[in-house]
């Protein structure tokens, strides 16, 4: 005699309160996303605390004394630093906090920002484009029990990162109501950005377009803050108030802190979280409100192959990013006859960057590094990529035909390292003609192509670590935006910090060009190292177990 067994269900209640109560099992799904980042919050936690630290201490030994900080403050107040670092307040009286606030909080809300968004893609967006979030709603959970709980998740992140920074500047002498304030602005900043990922999740039905959308308006917030602040001394323009990043700065941390500005950013923050509630619900699940163009029975011939494929998938991220890159290089360029003017007004300054050619050739060291950290981020987000197409389990997919890992893996890296060496050559070529039309000087754009080119090595280390840490633990490649931001640091804070804390770099070791001498020894070395990474990452990837 043969007994069936009927299949368990779920009780009628819980399944009626799963459909009746939106955010049933919120506290389970919560509970599984916190751990799932357990360890990628301590890692950015560690890393951004440890970097605030390590430069503020650096800060306050090099400049002691009163001129020294003068000095500093007639430099930030230039053009270009505005720019890249902020408006610059208590520049009258630069103080050691005044000094954190106005050139380090930036450098700690950019990283806070990325990791907001991140973390809200990958519970949001991703989870549910590779099939996890279908599995979970079939279980007695709300509709919008996975968003809160991504946003949990990018929430206590950014709480744990802005908490062990106060707590690292307390550790310094710096006026605990002034590190609040600087704090407080980087949580908000990483609040708003995870509500416009929130928001960007329900638009695409894929990760890496959200992801994408993300990073979009990442730049174009950096951009609004960074022409309003030049156009407007102490954010007194307009564009900076669209900014995120003008209202944390607006708190003026260390000089006279406000605290209003920061009801700004939570405002807009929940508005993007209403709004992603609001949408989830006018939607599909495993769809976006933007619908996908269908496409073609057939593939075009030029749309046949590996190349193709990833060249289209990856499309989105190539041009969000390039445009990013290639506008800040546009603006450093417009820039340059203001910064060198200004250099050259004040004797103080002349005699730290020289004059002449020597200032404008120490500027555009400085701010090449700057575009080589931004496109060493696009081809970590490169990898990233592949990482998703793995979990997404159609990696597993292509590699059960005729494709070998090394064909499948060696073009998404490819298209991934060559698109980002690209956008770092044509940011080189369009600061250097915005450059050559500003200092009435041509020749600038050979000087600043060639300054470009010489980043490349470096770039490629960072996208060979990136395709080591896959191939290795693929689960920690979030620690490599860890590492680049350390990269940034030490690339922008350099000279600041204790000797050997830059060791770990690829770009220490490249010359500095314009600024330095051309030396062939370190570039084919730095261009070994990375080399030898991406070697060591291809041979990983071949004896690891690919998601299926």
Known sequence: MTTTTAPARVPAAAERSGRDDPLVGTGALVRVALRFDRW????????????????????????????????????????????????????????????????????VMLPVAIMAILAVTRHLRAAEEDGRLELVRSAPVGRDAPVVAGLVAAVVATLAVGGLTFLALLSTDLDPVGSAAMCAGVVMVGLVFAGVSAVASQLSSHGRTASSLGMAALGVAFL???????????????????????????????????????????????????????????????????????????????????????????????????????????????LAGAIVDFIEDDATLGEMFGSGTDATAGAFALYTMFLAVMAASYVVTGVAAVRHEEVATRGARVLAGPVSRWRWLGTQVGVAGVAGLVIMLVSGLVMGVTAAASLDDPAQVGVLVGAAAVTLPGIACVLGLAVLVYAVAPRLLGVVWAYVAYVGVVGMFGELLPDGSDALSPFTYLPGLPADEMAWSPVVAVTAVAAVLLAAGFAAFRRRDVVG
């Open 224 to 334: 609004l803050r960074a022409v309003g602040d030049v156009r407007g001394p102490e954010s007194t323009s307009v564009l900076t108030w669209l900014s995120p990043f003008g209202w944390a700065q607006a708190t003026r941390a260390y000089v006279d802190e406000r605290w209003w500005p920061l009801l700004i950013g939570v405002a807009f923050a929940a508005l993007c979280v209403a709004v992603a509630f609001r949408l989830v619900g006018r939607r599909d699940l495993g769809t976006g409100l933007v619908p996908e163009r269908l496409g073609r029975p057939a593939a075009r011939p030029a749309l046949a192959g590996m190349a193709a494929l990833t060249l289209r998938r990856q499309t989105g991220a190539i041009v969000s990013w390039g445009i990013a890159i290639v506008l800040c290089g546009a603006l450093i360029g417009v």
């Open 40 to 107: 990628r919050i301590l890692v950015w936690a560690v890393a951004v605390a440890g970097m605030v630290q390590v430069s503020v201490d650096a800060l306050a030994n090099v400049y002691a004394d009163p001129a020294t900080r003068a000095a500093r403050a007639t430099l930030i107040s230039s053009p270009a630093a505005t720019a890249l670092a902020g408006p610059g307040y208590g520049l009258g009286d630069y103080t050691l906090g005044a000094m954190t606030a106005n050139e380090i909080a930036l450098w």
